[in-house]
């Protein structure tokens, strides 16, 4: 694409005609040619206008597969916006997705030649008062709707317009280098905005798109297998996915792409050795992706990885978090231009980002900090907490966790220390993955951070619980240590005072090589933490023992050698 006006219909028509005979699409059992995907697509476009009517959405049934990528594009190709529907989500979501947007077409995979049906909706989805929505568009001024995890609260539907997508696309086939030859992995799910980059930039540059079955994606050895087996050369996935995945030598990446979630230095290191790494940073009501760096060298982001530079035609502002009025070096992201999304559609019309008459822009909850140039991801608005009088930003300490070249990610949240009940009991608790011992993890912090930011209890795990929707599951996190604290959890009193100590402090910490020479504070203990000690150890008989014993204790051989003293 030479200029920004050149649309993604016309870039992928450009394809077709200089690269007629090369691969296109690539499933499991098929390839298409890009002269066929051409074919197919004006097929089921002149199918899709001879159905609808201007400015009408049209649903993409989103069955992993040949179908769903013609179908896209043939809508584009008609002028008509689109929204996937995928058969695992809720009668209930599908159902209202389609209402709100007047949905009566529904493209659906073929067989053989025809790998595209255009039916009704189907009963289970349908509404009987469905009708085209009449928006305030012009007719092909949107290109797709999708609607968000509804994470934060109710999901809401993201109308997003045509023009910017092109400078977006555009970005990235020049940011990663995409040419004819090139393959990249459809990685993303269709109902997720990830997608359209990847189908996009590689359908524009004469490149092969891999659809596979999401047997064929899941994260581990059997996303390994399909890196080296198909010869993916452009890879965007999520950080989890880059955790837990091993690079080797036989795969054929040009360019891995961090996409979805805080990217940690580990995952650079790892992957930067075959290929060349990416950061990239987007939402959907910003049109996808909005920042994306060049070729990153690990040793530069030991500490963190930066977001990146702009992409597409957007901008972006930091607005200091006490006032919004005013722009801060640290603050909430905000993003600003052409790539904010038309709005969100509701059952009162569209509501649109920004102030009308202004420069549109979208708030993103995001907190973010310029250092050096450079933008750095902190953490998301909602997820500061308030812990031993302070407000801390969990995103800040991870970071700071993740610098350990032995830990491969973290996790940090405030919990109610195990056993308490009273909200000022609540912790900061630090999961992580890697092969570093909790004592390290807190001597690195001690020079990293404050002292009250640094976590009460540190707790490694193998691999972290997601969601669906492809975030760390942190209620299972917690789940998880509180059933395996509760394991063998104290019912009768301790014949052995020292032992009992020992493994209650080495629950409340998640230090698990505690001995009896070390100090309760020292190994994480705090004011809360003491006080839920107390409580259980009043529970196994020693009914006199108090917080000023556990102040006093030089280690825990003293607090130990005093207990007896205090038993029932």
Not at 137 to 156: M, R, W
Not at 448 to 474: A, C, W
Request: one cysteine or more; a negative charge; glycine letters at 8%.
């Amino acid at each position: 694409m030479e200029t920004l006006q050149m649309s993604v219909v016309d870039g992928v028509a450009r394809a077709v005609r200089d690269h007629p005979d090369r691969d296109a699409l690539r499933t499991v059992d098929t390839t298409i040619s890009y002269r066929r995907f051409g074919e197919l697509v004006e097929d089921v476009a002149h199918r899709i206008e001879a159905g609808t009517v201007p400015g009408e959405f049209v649903g993409i049934q989103a069955d992993r597969g040949a179908g769903a990528i013609v179908a896209m594009v043939g809508a584009m190709r008609a002028g008509r916006p689109f929204v996937f529907v995928d058969r695992r989500d809720s009668e209930a979501s599908n159902s209202e997705k389609l209402r709100l947007l007047g949905v009566r077409v529904l493209a659906r995979p073929g067989a053989g030649d025809d790998p595209v049906r255009l039916t009704e909706v189907p009963d289970r989805w349908r509404c009987a008062d469905a009708a085209p929505t009449d928006l305030p568009f012009a007719a092909g001024e949107l290109c797709y709707a999708i609607q968000t995890s509804g994470s934060t609260g109710k999901p809401k539907c993201v109308l997003v317009r045509t023009a910017p997508l092109a400078a977006v696309i555009r970005d990235h086939v020049d940011r990663l280098g995409i040419s004819p030859g090139d393959t990249t992995l459809q990685f993303a799910r269709l109902t997720f905005d990830g997608c359209i980059t990847e189908i996009l930039w590689t359908l524009t540059a004469g490149a092969r798109l891999v659809v596979l079955d999401e047997a064929y994606l899941a994260p581990g050895p059997v996303l390994q297998n399909t890196l080296e087996r198909f010869g993916v050369t452009h890879l965007k996935t999520t950080p989890f996915a880059l955790t837990v995945t091993e690079p080797t030598t036989a795969m054929s990446l040009k360019h891995v792409i961090n996409g979805g979630g805080a990217c940690r230095p580990a995952v650079l290191r790892r992957w930067s050795t075959v290929a060349s790494f990416h950061n990239a940073y987007g939402l959907t009501e910003t049109t996808v992706c909005n920042l994306i760096t060049d070729p990153l060298d690990a040793d530069d982001c030991a500490e963190s990885v930066p977001l990146g530079e702009l992409v597409g035609d957007c901008d972006y502002q930091i607005r200091d978090l006490d006032d919004p009025a005013a722009t801060a070096t640290r603050g909430e992201l905000v993003i600003t231009g052409n790539s904010v999304a038309a709005g969100y559609l509701t059952e009162r019309g569209v509501q649109p980002f920004g102030t009308p008459g202004e420069t549109a822009a979208y708030h993103t909850g995001d907190v973010v900090e310029a250092r050096a140039g450079r933008l750095y991801y902190v953490e998301r608005r909602d997820r500061q907490v308030k812990v031993r009088g302070y407000r801390l930003d969990p995103g800040e300490i991870e970071s700071a966790v993740c610098r350990l070249p032995e830990v491969r990610d973290a996790v940090v949240v405030a919990e109610t220390h195990d056993g308490a009940d009273a909200a000022d009991l609540a912790a900061l608790v630090c999961y992580y993955q890697g092969d570093a011992d909790a004592r390290a993890v807190r001597r690195h912090l001690e020079g990293q951070l404050d002292p009250y930011k640094i976590p009460s209890v540190f707790t490694r795990v193998e691999v972290f619980p997601h969601t669906r929707n492809g975030k760390v599951d942190r209620d299972a996190l917690q789940a998880g240590r509180l059933a395996a604290a509760e394991t063998g959890g104290p019912t009768a009193p301790a014949t052995d005072a020292g032992q009992e100590v020992l493994r209650l402090v080495r629950t409340l910490t998640g230090v698990e090589d505690v001995g009896p020479n070390d100090n309760f504070f020292d190994v994480g203990g705090d004011s809360a933490s003491a006080v839920v000690l107390v409580t259980r150890l009043k529970e196994l008989g020693w009914v006199d023992v108090g917080v000023r014993d556990v102040l006093r204790a030089e280690d825990l051989r003293a607090l130990t050698d005093r207990l007896p003293e205090r038993s029932v």
